[in-house]
């Protein structure tokens, strides 16, 4: 049983490309939650998503992310057009119920460099 | 505006001994307590947890304690060894909230042989 897959693990992009950051959640859950880590500091909450919706969007950026999860395939994050700050830690973490007391299953993230 | 602090960065501790990792928080609303544990280069591994109408959880080694009225938590571990080194990020979830965690900065504990 594998577990929260997120690939590519390491990103370079240029200032002004795009970055397309992959999440396969753990069999079985349907919930997928993006969380980004800057240097030095805690996991800051991004966006949560259900198969093919979008539930909590408040803690995305208003202007060039965007996130989805479709009914087949994995959760996508995108950041249009990067700059230097968007450098970062990206964490997906999966969950079987919306809220889970258990706490989720952090993937090992992917690291986007921005040149 | 932090809700979740880690005041302590960094924690050194002798194997064997106890370590005690705190965190203290602002809202009130916070309704659920999570600790996660991250090596470098990983993502965070969940530890333990506790309610907020517990004072205490108990897992092996690994102890919660909660203060809701100092809005204070702490985890001990006890004994602590050296593969416990890594970085231990307290979390709070609000009632109400479609369960995403507001995360501290982290504390990084190392344990010496």
């Known amino acids: 049983n594998a577990g929260v897959m997120q690939n590519p693990r390491h990103l370079v992009r240029r200032r002004g490309q795009e970055a397309r950051l992959r999440c396969s959640p753990m069999k079985g859950h349907s919930h997928v939650y993006w969380y980004r880590q800057l240097p030095e500091e805690g996991l800051k909450f991004m966006v949560y998503?259900?198969?093919?919706?979008?539930?909590?969007e408040s803690g995305m950026p208003k202007e060039r992310f965007s996130a989805e999860f479709p009914k087949e395939g994995p959760s996508i994050l995108r950041i249009q057009q990067v700059v230097r700050g968007d450098s970062a830690a990206y964490f997906c973490a999966s969950s079987p119920t919306r809220v889970s007391n258990y706490g989720y299953t952090f993937g090992s993230g992917t690291r986007l460099t921005v040149v | 505006d932090q809700q979740v602090k880690q005041n302590s960065p960094s924690l050194s501790v002798q194997e064997g001994r106890i370590s005690i990792l705190n965190c203290d928080y602002t809202n009130s609303m916070f309704d659920y307590f999570l600790w996660y544990k991250k090596y470098p280069a990983e993502g965070p591994t969940f530890l333990i947890s506790?309610?907020?109408?517990?004072d205490k959880n108990e897992d092996g080694r690994f102890t919660v304690f909660l203060n809701k009225s100092a809005k204070h938590l702490s985890l001990h571990i006890v004994p602590s060894q050296p593969g416990d080194s890594a970085v231990y990020f307290c979390a709070a979830s609000a009632e109400g909230s479609q369960g995403n965690l507001i995360f501290g900065k982290g504390t990084k504990l190392s344990v010496k042989p």
């Open positions: 998503l259900q198969k093919e919706n979008i539930i909590d």
């Open positions: 506790i309610s907020s109408i517990k």
